[in-house]
């Protein structure tokens, strides 16, 4: 049963299921912070970069399947497959918005 997620969420989701880096990137604002286990990205430069290192060539997707908000954020649960040990693994992404776009977004195991 697909979840009801807000749209930069949605389109990033989408995104990512066809490893689509430009995609990925489109609900980042400029100034974005991407949170990898404790690994702070700043800016959609680094972003990039990070996908371009370490989502696209481990073929990593996300597939969520619970949503929830929580202290203003959108918590989004589920797991991620790809070409990587122990795939899959189950994650929790905690995403900020503004303004319809992506702030931060922080990614846990």
Do not use: C
């Not at 430069?45 to 954020?73: M, Q, S």
């Amino acid at each position: 049963m697909p979840i009801d997620l807000p749209k930069p969420i949605a389109d990033y989701v989408e995104a990512n299921a066809r490893l689509d880096i430009d995609g990925m990137m489109q609900p980042f604002l400029r100034d974005a912070v991407f949170i990898d286990n404790g690994k702070h990205f700043e800016g959609q430069a680094a972003i990039r970069h990070l996908f371009e290192g370490e989502v696209i060539p481990v073929k990593a997707i996300f597939a969520p399947d619970t949503v929830r908000e929580e202290d203003g954020d959108v918590v989004v649960e589920g797991p991620a497959y790809g070409d990587f040990p122990g795939s899959p693994l189950r994650f929790t992404y905690r995403f900020t918005l503004v303004d319809g776009a992506i702030k931060t977004l922080e990614t846990t195991v």
